[in-house]
């Protein structure tokens, strides 16, 4: 069976930071593109950082979010994280970790975040 659970959201003051994890489990975690998705209250979820398969993985960011996010796996482990830096209210959403191989496409149940003084 396949779970990937996420963890580490709350809620954070603007400027602060939170580290999201999600682990994954019944799948050959190092052969999937992992992803971070974001859905906020009205809106379609959307895309907020990918990293490709493999120890040297490439990573994608959503515009909004480079320079303040960062993407990491660690395969031992078979995890993925979201470092979040400098967060904004607008960043207030439902993260979902994602795990892609092919046409395969898994989520986890989703982490809330709330950046809000």
Do not use: H
Not at 8 to 32: D, E, H, K, N
């Amino acid at each position: 069976q396949v779970q990937l659970v996420e963890s580490g959201g709350g809620l954070v003051q603007p400027g602060g930071s939170l580290r999201l994890s999600c682990a994954a489990s019944g799948i050959t975690f190092s052969l999937y593109t992992m992803g971070w998705y974001r859905q906020a209250p009205g809106k379609q979820r959307e895309l907020v950082a990918t990293i490709t398969s493999g120890g040297g993985g490439s990573t994608n960011y959503a515009d909004i979010v480079k320079g303040r996010f960062t993407i990491s796996r660690d395969n031992a482990k078979n995890t993925v994280y979201l470092q979040m830096n400098s967060l904004k209210p607008e960043d207030t959403a439902i993260y979902y970790c994602n795990g892609r191989l092919l046409r395969t496409d898994y989520w986890g149940q989703g982490t809330q975040v709330t950046v809000s003084s």
